[in-house]
């Protein structure tokens, strides 16, 4: 395809609109690239975005509301999201949608979809601004595309964001184009044409379909043109309730994940790995008896541990429990748990605010390390050959990823070609492409092509990790008001490399320093206490002890309004307030407590509630929205101390009533599940599931001794509202928005109902463990082989 060539001077779609000058487009009007191609191509160009520290339309003339009035905080002015979507503007002209001759529509999505739906989002905003059905538009996810620096990174909920817009002027323009390419073939005026399901009709019932006109309406040069969107009271798709377009084939197990593919020559293959984290391999005594073993076809050293290919994962699995490897010492050697929650203890940053300014509220909470697997193991397939290599795997960070791959293999970044594949879950564990550059260093030294999977107990005791924080506020009040709140975050460092997906911070990551700036950049742009407290101040310290970590799912958020919301409940206690009512009268602004107000009636906020049970409410805002959630939870013996074979019960949530505004809802449906999945996460996060340190490797192997949320852990009733009338008129971010509100209202549900506020979480991890833990060596656990005796 040609070189994009922007023409000097932007025109208006033929047959539209007369076109202003490029510097005073109106808000409706963008600017579009017809790009030069034999059938119709297009592609959009971003506007400015607001100046820093302009607030939002819908921040404006808000009424004062009780407190002592909180400065500004960054990301009420200009957040994460503005940032990422600020990073890609420069290359969105770079991204098209194509008509084909067949009809089709399609578009490569540079984001990886990982479950959480977009792949849809994206189907219904092209087909809202096409007049087609959802199932007419074809939705790929691209390759690696170096070119498009950060504009391929998938993270911070951000990916609806930032491709909304420029999406829909691609859309609006291959429509214009379209009408009026068959304005021309009907002799009719554009203005009397309308589109419906491919279909361009005419006046006297005459229609052509899209693939007729695609090669029509193409442009042989590249040239800017400017396009009106279509109104948003004009929607008909947009807004509407849609099942994931591949939910069919995920139900029948029709659907392709990595390891289902059959590329020619890819056997299975699995590293046998270190007992302790990050431990690697000085050399193995039977390295010949298990290459004769049956199905075995490779066995080689390589950086992380000795990779075994064979005919089947069953034999590689055995071949990796057969050798008899010698380590090298891991990273951690001889931590635990205490030890490390010393050293972040140490690195606490002070509070600024003496004792004494008012009366002294504060609080310490600890959150011990969680478990960052998806349900599909880390996995990827290369096939490496002497001048370029090839694979295939999900990744939110391909840039990144084949980079790092093409400097192992000696190769230029464009002999790398990265296939990205859609992914079964990611919680930010698919930001790190750990399994595609151990794939493609295996297949070099091996000179074959290999399929490499991950087991569970390497995910476990191996993988990516939410690392270990502590969270200390101190709170100022008087007898009405909150003078200052401060809040200090100190945590295991939040790895965050990659960086943003591409070479530049992706370097500057590994860097000294450069992991806790770009943390600290991160923390800036995420971070809000929505109440007018005012002196408020929020600081992150991070401590790098060499732990594997991620940004896993909503990052930072979770603790911190776990450690924030419980806080305010003391506070509201202090003064004698009830919790929903304090935080009515302290909520910075009226669009949040508009969300905390409906929570509150929807769960019947205050209802009489027995003894040991209780309700507790939390309140949340990031990525361009507000949430609120009120849980109803049970601390009565007989729940607690219920019995679950080799499971983990305590207290249950029994009831969950979420409210969250998201501002503009592409798939209603579509968030109601992100919600409920998030409020899963939050659930375990905050009573059942973590990681157990102990001399330098974690003790958990497998999910079935995590403990995730389980069918006996999760609420009985979950009532999910989405505001459909938000004052927003562009969508924020869904996927991790779920997660800290119920954290927080979880916790606090808690404190009430037992009486105790709790100090670390999960509120179990201290309690004794309910499973034999499994042996480091051999590193992967039997299988069970007894199911049937459990299964009634």
């Keep these: 395809m040609p070189a994009h060539r922007a023409a000097t001077r932007p025109r208006p779609d033929p047959g539209g609109d007369t076109a202003t000058t490029r510097n005073s487009v109106s808000r409706r009007r963008f600017l579009g690239f017809l790009v030069a191609a034999p059938t119709l191509v297009v592609a959009a160009e971003l506007g400015r975005s607001a100046a820093f520290g302009t607030p939002p339309a819908w921040a404006a003339a808000l009424p004062k509301l009780p407190g002592i009035p909180s400065p500004p905080q960054t990301p009420e002015y200009y957040d994460l999201l503005d940032g990422l979507r600020d990073s890609a503007r420069p290359t969105a002209n770079l991204i098209t949608i194509e008509v084909h001759r067949d009809g089709t529509v399609s578009f490569a999505l540079p984001r990886s979809d990982n479950g959480q739906g977009i792949i849809t989002s994206t189907q219904m905003i092209i087909a809202e601004e096409m007049n087609l059905d959802v199932d007419q538009v074809q939705v790929t996810l691209a390759d690696a595309r170096p070119e498009l620096v950060f504009n391929q990174l998938t993270g911070g909920s951000s990916t609806t964001f930032t491709t909304y817009t420029p999406i829909r002027v691609a859309a609006a323009l291959a429509q214009g184009r379209l009408l009026g390419a068959a304005a021309a073939q009907l002799a009719q005026e554009k203005a009397v044409l309308t589109s419906r399901k491919g ?74 790995r270190a007992p302790d984290l990050n431990g690697y391999p000085k050399d193995a005594e039977n390295l010949d008896e298990v290459r004769s073993m049956p199905g075995v076809t490779d066995v080689v050293k390589v950086s992380t541990g000795y990779a075994v290919r064979a005919a089947t994962f069953g034999q590689c699995i055995d071949a990796v429990n057969a050798l008899e490897v010698r380590w090298n010492a891991g990273t951690v050697v001889g931590e635990n748990d205490e030890s490390v929650l010393k050293k972040l203890r140490k690195a606490e940053l002070p509070l600024a605010v003496p004792k004494g300014a008012g009366e002294t509220v504060e609080g310490q909470f600890v959150f011990y390390f969680r478990g960052g697997s998806a349900l ?74 290999v399929k490499l999977m991950w087991t569970r107990a390497d995910d476990a005791r191996q993988g990516r990790t939410h690392p270990m924080a502590t969270s200390r506020i101190r709170a100022q009040i008087t007898k009405d008001s909150v003078l200052s709140f401060e809040q200090r975050h100190t945590s295991v460092a939040t790895e965050v490399n990659p960086g943003f997906s591409e070479a530049i911070t992706a370097a500057a990551g590994k860097a000294p320093l450069g992991n806790l700036s770009i943390s600290e950049i991160i923390w800036e742009l995420t971070q809000v206490t929505p109440y007018e407290f005012g002196n408020s101040t929020r600081l992150l310290n991070e401590v790098d002890m060499r732990f594997n970590t991620s940004a896993t799912r909503n990052i930072y958020s979770p603790d911190v309004a776990t450690a924030r919301e419980l806080m305010v409940d003391q506070i509201a206690a202090k003064m ?39 309700q507790g409410i939390g309140m949340h805002v990031e990525y361009k929205g507000a949430a609120a959630c009120v849980v109803e939870i049970d601390c009565r013996p007989d729940t607690v101390n219920r019995k679950i074979r080799q499971g983990r019960t305590g207290a249950r949530v029994t009831k969950v009533t979420y409210v969250v505004d998201i501002g503009l809802v592409i798939n209603p449906r579509g968030v109601e599940a992100q919600m409920m999945g998030g409020i899963n996460d939050a659930l375990a996060m905050t009573l059942t599931s973590s990681l157990h340190l102990d001399d330098g490797h974690f003790i958990e192997a497998s999910w079935d001794n995590y403990f995730y949320t389980r069918q006996w852990n999760t609420p009985c009733e ?5 505001i459909d009338d938000s004052e927003s008129p562009e969508p924020g971010g869904v996927g991790e928005f779920g997660l800290a509100a119920t954290c927080g209202a979880v916790a606090c549900a808690y404190a009430r109902a037992t009486g105790d506020v709790p100090e670390y979480f999960p509120i179990n991890h201290k309690e004794s463990l309910p499973f034999e833990p499994y042996p480091t060596v051999p590193p992967i656990p039997p299988s069970p082989s007894n199911g049937l005796e459990h299964t009634y």
Excluded at 410 to 428: E, I, K, Y
Excluded at 718 to 722: F, G, K, L, P, W
């Design 718 to 722: 979950m009532n999910i509202i989405v």
């Design 376 to 449: 599909e193991t880390n996995c990827a397939i290369a096939d490496v050959r002497e001048d370029r290599a090839e694979i295939w795997s999900p990744s939110k960070s391909p840039i990144a990823a084949q980079a790092e791959i093409a400097k192992k293999l000696g190769l230029p970044q464009n002999a790398v070609t990265f296939h990205v594949r859609q992914g079964g879950g990611s919680f930010g564990r698919r930001l790190f492409f750990d399994g595609a550059l151990e794939a493609a260093e295996v297949s070099k030294k091996m000179g074959k092509p």
């Design 199 to 272: 279909l361009i009709l005419g006046r006297n019932g005459e229609s052509l379909p899209f693939g007729e006109l695609t090669e029509a309406a193409a442009s042989p040069v590249t040239e800017a043109v400017e396009v009106a969107l279509k109104d948003r009271e004009k929607f008909t798709i947009i807004g509407k309730p849609q099942t994931k377009t591949d939910a069919y084939e995920m139900v029948t197990g029709r659907k392709k994940f990595t390891t289902d593919l059959r590329i020619p020559g890819a056997l299975p293959t699995v590293i046998c």
């Design 576 to 614: 004698g307030k009830d919790p929903y009512e304090f935080r009515a009268q302290f909520t910075k602004l009226e669009r949040w407590r508009k969300v905390l107000d409906r929570a509150a009636k929807e769960a019947d906020w205050g209802k009489s509630m027995e003894r040991g049970t209780a």
